[in-house]
């Protein structure tokens, strides 16, 4: 399935990167995901759906919104684009909290009967 993903699809590797990494796509793969950014949600969405056939639910504006604000803190030192001091509420983290525990269930419970794994209790 990976092999029809933007992640791996066009990438060419010489004789010498095939070499170095073995002749393994496993060893291809594992450095190819050390490599990516996980809080680029569109990517990291894609490749969900094309390696293992599991989507994201419609609506994860929540957990997008909370990445872009942590991209302020850490590269912006706390502010926005616009130069606006990022201020994040009580009510703020439970809502991400709701919203990252919705995530993860619904990519849980794919994966649960996707590969026939018994959820444990």
């Not at 926005?80 to 703020?92: A, C, H, M, T």
Request: net charge positive; aromatic share 10%.
């Amino acid at each position: 399935m990976i092999k029809n993903s933007d992640f791996i699809k066009g990438d060419k590797y010489s004789i010498r990167q095939i070499y170095d990494y073995g002749n393994d796509l496993k060893n291809i793969i594992n450095y190819k995901l050390q490599q990516l950014v996980w809080h680029r949600i569109a990517t990291v969405k894609s490749l969900y759906k094309d390696a293992l056939g599991i989507e994201f639910p419609g609506d994860i504006s929540v957990v997008q919104k909370a990445i872009n604000t942590r991209h302020d803190i850490i590269h912006r030192n706390g502010f926005d684009r616009r130069g606006n001091k990022v201020s994040i509420s009580k009510s703020d983290m439970i809502e991400l909290k709701c919203s990252v525990e919705d995530l993860v269930t619904f990519i849980n419970d794919q994966a649960l009967d996707r590969f026939k794994i018994a959820a444990s209790t």
